[in-house]
């Protein structure tokens, strides 16, 4: 158990929808992640977060939009969804005292038609 | 800018054989390595990860990673596989002073009876 829960684990939406992806943690992490799972690219970062209130691009933030106003939450947003955004969502989080070990969620499967 | 190579895409192991799965990094100075496994429909976990002293470095389910500088190489190791070694492993590189992680793009895993 990685003290990480997300939600939903399964999504299916459409094209221009906007579409929230959450992620809990419970174990005081306090860097977030939020990574793209794609086949032949591994996982790649979307956005991460130091702290409450403290957001910063990754690698591929464009469609992207997130929070983080209370340090155990860290949602994901794509504001009008396209379909090269379907993919599996993972949110991870780092502990302080742990080097720079991240633990992971278990992903949500997005869809978008 | 550091990366990750995982040359293998698919490798096919019997049961009871040894496994050695190959990663290679680009990063200016001794980086945080990682191995990360993903079982099917699950999030990542960590195997093991190197931070500096002894280069052979011991994980869990048995799994050992051998860091070679010479060669920029962090290769895994298994002396005997199970069915249940069947999974994605994605090898990872951090820098000392910062938080986020490059992932490769993973070997998928086959365990044949």
């Known amino acids: 158990d990685a003290g990480i829960t997300q939600s939903p684990r399964y999504k299916i939406t459409e094209t221009g929808r906007q579409v929230t992806l959450m992620c809990h943690q419970t174990?005081?992490?306090?860097?977030m992640f939020w990574y793209r799972q794609d086949l032949g690219h591994g996982l790649r970062l979307i956005y991460y977060?130091?702290?409450?209130?403290?957001?910063d691009k990754g690698e591929v933030p464009d469609g992207y939009v997130v929070s983080r106003s209370k340090t155990e939450n860290f949602p994901l947003t794509l504001e009008s969804a396209t379909r090269s955004q379907t993919s599996v969502y993972f949110c991870?989080?780092?502990?302080?005292?742990?080097?720079?070990?991240?633990?992971f969620g278990p992903g949500t499967r997005l869809t978008v038609l | 800018a550091q990366s990750v190579t995982q040359p293998d895409i698919h490798i096919t192991v019997s049961e009871g054989a040894s496994l050695e799965l190959r990663c290679n990094y680009s990063y200016g100075a001794t980086p945080y390595l990682f191995w990360y496994v993903q079982s099917p429909g699950q999030g990542l976990q960590l195997l093991l990860k190197?931070?500096?002293?002894?280069?052979l470095v011991q994980g869990i389910k048995g799994f050992e990673a051998e860091f070679k500088r010479s060669q920029s190489s962090f290769n895994l190791r298994k002396p005997s596989v199970h069915w249940s070694d069947a999974a994605e492993y994605f090898c990872?590189?951090?820098?000392?002073?910062?938080?986020?992680?490059?992932f490769g793009a993973g070997t998928t895993v086959t365990v044949r009876a």
């Open positions: 190197y931070f500096s002293g002894d280069t």
């Open positions: 174990w005081s992490h306090s860097y």
């Open positions: 990872a590189v951090g820098p000392s002073n910062d938080y986020k992680l490059s």
């Open positions: 991870a989080g780092r502990r302080g005292d742990a080097g720079n070990e991240q633990f």
């Open positions: 977060s130091a702290a409450a209130d403290i957001t």
